[in-house]
């Protein structure tokens, strides 16, 4: 299935390239399986330093998993195995926090 993710920016440099892209996960992906292909696809942007943190959520901005950059830690606050096109349909956006 496809996907149509979205992030934040993260510097003006960032503002002027298109922060989307269509992401094709398989049709039986859960939401655990989101950030391995996000990685994949080198879609959010790279920022060294701080352990930046990116929340992923719905089309409803409702906030799902967590992922921390420099820990590579991920925090669900869903269960793991929820299937992905019941969380988050066609869409999914990633917010980005410099410091949390």
């Given amino acids: 299935m496809t996907i149509y993710c979205t992030r934040d920016s993260v510097c003006m440099g960032d503002d002027v390239a298109d922060n989307s892209r269509n992401i094709g996960f398989a049709n039986d992906a859960t939401v655990s399986d989101i950030i391995p292909v996000i990685k994949e696809n080198r879609f ?18 409702r906030h799902f998993l967590e992922y921390y950059t420099k820990s590579n830690k991920t925090v669900f606050h869903i269960p793991e195995n929820t299937p992905l096109i019941k969380i988050c349909g066609r869409e999914m956006h990633f917010s980005y926090y410099s410091h949390y």
């Fill in 44 to 61: 959010l942007a790279s920022v060294s330093g701080n352990d930046v943190l990116w929340k992923c959520s719905s089309k409803d901005d």
